[in-house]
């Protein structure tokens, strides 16, 4: 297994022993670590509630993505947590912008509480 560690300077650094994202390049897959409403400059929680927040980590998730070599139509699966689960449908409505068609599979489920006290927190694994 040739495993690829993933970092961009574009995303917030791991607050933790962690990488945000590893490439499995026989299996063609990578796995995006959970990423919060960080700013990858500040390192702090952007501010303007949950929206604000999501856009944030699609951003995030992002700029893992193009430094993987990929982009949103690559993501096959992810998991969405919700400090909130009323919060859902705004999250919902921000996440759906970055994915024109052949949205991927997809978990969503409220957690007790999220890093930072973020509101939500979104993972993923991509087609490479």
Not at 5 to 16: F, L, W, Y
Not at 65 to 90: C, E, H, P, Q
Request: with cysteine; aromatic share 6%.
């Amino acid at each position: 297994m040739k495993k690829r560690i993933i970092a961009t300077a574009d995303a917030p650094q791991a607050i933790g022993p962690y990488s945000q994202a590893v490439a499995i390049e026989d299996a063609k897959l990578l796995f995006i670590s959970g990423q919060i409403g960080l700013n990858p400059m500040t390192m702090t929680l952007v501010p303007g509630g949950v929206r604000a927040e999501t856009e944030q980590v699609m951003k995030n998730i992002g700029a893992i993505l193009t430094a993987a070599g990929a982009d949103f139509r690559a993501v096959v699966k992810t998991v969405i947590y919700l400090s909130d689960i009323n919060d859902f449908a705004a999250v919902n409505e921000v996440y759906a912008a970055s994915f024109a068609s052949d949205c991927p599979a997809r978990a969503t489920l409220a957690a007790a509480a999220l890093p930072k006290g973020a509101r939500v927190e979104i993972d993923a694994i991509a087609a490479l």
